[in-house]
């Protein structure tokens, strides 16, 4: 087989052969002018007729070599391609995923040099923090001065410059699958972890069950995957990859944010009763105006969570992009560049700070003497930590990435999105991130620093164990796509 990129089955009596084409050359093998590359009236007939297969052109494999480069030549018109048992997909040139021949025995030394130096280089850094840390350098209260830097002024300058360069540049109906499928995602996740957990025999309503399935739905969608997207496309030879890169995990992160605030803060912190203040200041709410002065000064709490500085950044960075102020901020010749530009070299900067919140947050003793003692308690026997660790594991890094990028693809084949290389690449490391390290901020916050630490210990283990299956994720994956 020419290459290793499927899609979902055909229909026989929808394939196009292309014997027909070369009808007039007289052999199948012999050389084609681009001029005469039009099917013969005979197999014209046997051409689908439907919206979703008008212009589709399926090539037997044993003409896969010349019909890569045909289709390739069909692209240019702006035909659809679909090389089905070996196949090439293509909605328009632009969204063209090169497709690598090979097998997993078979691998490009590129392609694992490539996410091998990209998983080697996380690691190294973040090995660097972590020996800052132990050494004191990197004391609880620096990384938390770090971390409210990074989460409130590095992350949201580099997402408002990037989104808003790219909705500048690209139409928004085009961004629209990306929150989306980042919703599609969660929920695909929450089911597979709610089914996982039961059949571990823990309970699922409990607190630790409740918290398993959060580390198994929610992964790490901000901090993990720009790192991983900036160590393998900042050498791209298009510049502009990263960037666009950057924006769609932004974009991702619109679906993302707010269920993780919402639906994940709920498994993680039980609702708390309203004390006899906040309720003697609800009663003294009369009027519309004193409601009005009431939400401003008291605004919900979820709502405080869900616009989070990222959000705020990515919201803003969505506004400058399709107002007619744009032209202000964005191009060459924008008379306010230079402000632009500077909060483009302050986000800049996030990438080595993030790596360090990262590796100190996880390297931060902890007074838990054993990184998995378990706490006694009929609860906590009920499912042994290694194996609680092996679940994450396992629906991390195993079935959603599996099941996600099979949905992707069905999705691409069928015509139900528009989806260009890039798209598929974030959605597909979206998808086999370690767990979200968030969690323990949530829990934190509750004020319960025994589920913190036990939490936060858990996501040393996954972090330090994600290397290996993440290397060989992207490996196939870039196997397969070409970037």
Avoid at 62 to 69: E, G, H, Y
Avoid at 141 to 153: D, K, M, R
Wanted: with cysteine.
């Amino acid at each position: 087989m020419f290459c290793k990129f499927s899609m979902p089955s055909i229909a026989q009596s929808e394939m196009l052969l292309f014997y027909g084409i070369f009808e007039q050359q007289g052999r199948q093998d012999a050389p084609v002018s681009m001029s005469s590359f039009v099917p013969s009236p005979a197999h014209q007939q046997r051409i689908p007729r439907s919206p979703l297969c008008r212009d589709r052109f399926v090539v037997e494999n044993k003409v896969m070599p010349f019909a890569k480069f045909a289709a390739q030549r069909i692209i240019d018109v702006h035909a659809r391609t679909h090389l089905k048992s070996g196949i090439m997909y293509a909605e328009q040139s632009s969204a063209l995923l090169s497709v690598r021949g090979g097998s997993v025995a078979n691998l490009d030394p590129v392609v694992v040099k490539a996410s091998l130096t990209a998983v080697g280089e996380l690691l190294v850094a973040c090995g660097i923090g972590a020996w800052f840390t132990r050494r004191g350098i990197l004391g609880r209260e620096a990384i938390a001065n770090l971390s409210s830097i990074v989460y409130h002024i590095l992350l949201p300058s580099l997402l408002v410059v990037n989104v808003a360069k790219t909705v500048y540049t690209t139409p928004l109906r085009t961004l629209l699958p990306l929150p989306l499928f980042g919703t599609m995602q969660i929920l695909l996740c929450s089911c597979i972890a709610w089914v996982v957990t039961f059949l571990m025999g823990a309970d699922v309503n409990s607190a630790k069950g409740r918290q398993l399935r959060v580390l198994q739905t929610f992964g790490n969608g901000g901090v993990a995957p720009i790192l991983f997207a900036t160590v393998l496309l900042r050498n791209h030879p298009d510049p502009s990859v990263l960037p666009l890169a950057i924006s769609y995990i932004s974009f991702y992160l619109l679906g993302w944010t707010p269920i993780f605030w919402t639906y994940g803060y709920s498994l993680l912190v039980p609702a708390e009763a309203p004390t006899a203040q906040s309720i003697a200041e609800k009663e003294s709410v009369v009027t519309l105006a004193d409601r009005i002065k009431y939400f401003i000064r008291h605004p919900p709490a979820t709502i405080k969570r869900i616009l989070s500085p990222p959000i705020v950044g990515s919201l803003g960075g969505l506004c400058v992009g399709v107002s007619p102020l744009a032209k202000l901020f964005l191009g060459p010749r924008a008379p306010l560049g230079i402000l632009t530009n500077a909060v483009q070299t302050i986000g800049s900067a996030y990438t080595s700070m993030g790596l360090l919140v990262l590796a100190g947050s996880l390297a931060l003793p902890l007074p838990t003497p054993s990184p998995l003692e378990e706490v006694s308690g009929a609860e906590s026997k009920s499912i042994h930590p290694y194996l609680q660790i092996a679940s994450v594991c396992l629906v991390r890094f195993c079935l959603c990435p599996a099941l996600c990028l099979s949905i992707i693809l069905r999705a691409m084949s069928t015509g139900w999105v528009k989806l260009d290389r890039l798209m598929v690449f974030v959605l597909f490391l979206q998808s086999c991130m370690p767990s979200a390290q968030n969690s323990v901020l949530m829990v934190q916050l509750s004020g319960r620093q025994a589920d913190a630490t036990r939490l936060a210990r858990m996501l040393l283990y996954i972090y330090s164990l994600s290397c290996i299956p993440i290397s060989i994720l992207l490996t196939l994956f870039l196997q397969n796509f070409s970037l």
